[in-house]
């Protein structure tokens, strides 16, 4: 079976940064599409950026642009978002999660996901 395994959330203040990153193992890397998810307390699950199996391309949510980054290196089976600028809303579970290159549809459809990691906690102090 394939495993996510998030990691780099933490404590920050508004305003500052912090890297997560996502370690696949067991499945073929360079054949999945990599996304973020996050969970807010009380809130639903939410799209926060995706990047290609080839990682031509990039997908974002509005919130998130222009502060977040994501990219893969697939020599290491791993995908990064850094998150800069960071707000008290950023505060979440953030997962990563991954999908077949030719799994058809958005990249925010969250039921298009062959796998998922169990999360990582971010909070942001204001």
């Known amino acids: 079976q394939a495993q996510l395994v998030e990691s780099g959330g933490g404590l920050v203040q508004a305003g500052g940064s912090l890297r997560l990153s996502c370690a696949a193992s067991r499945l073929t890397f360079s054949a999945y599409t990599m996304s973020w998810f996050r969970r807010a307390p009380g809130k639903e699950r939410e799209f926060v950026a995706a990047i290609t199996w080839t990682g031509d391309s990039t997908y974002y949510a509005d919130s998130v642009k222009g502060r977040f980054t994501v990219s893969r290196d697939n020599t290491k089976n791993t995908v990064y978002l850094p998150m800069n600028s960071l707000k008290p809303e950023d505060s979440a579970v953030y997962y990563c999660?991954?999908?077949?290159?030719?799994?058809?549809?958005?990249?925010?459809?969250?039921?298009?996901?062959?796998?998922w990691g169990q999360g990582t906690q971010v909070t942001v102090s204001s």
């Open positions: 999660a991954a999908r077949l290159r030719w799994n058809s549809g958005a990249p925010q459809a969250q039921d298009s996901y062959n796998y």
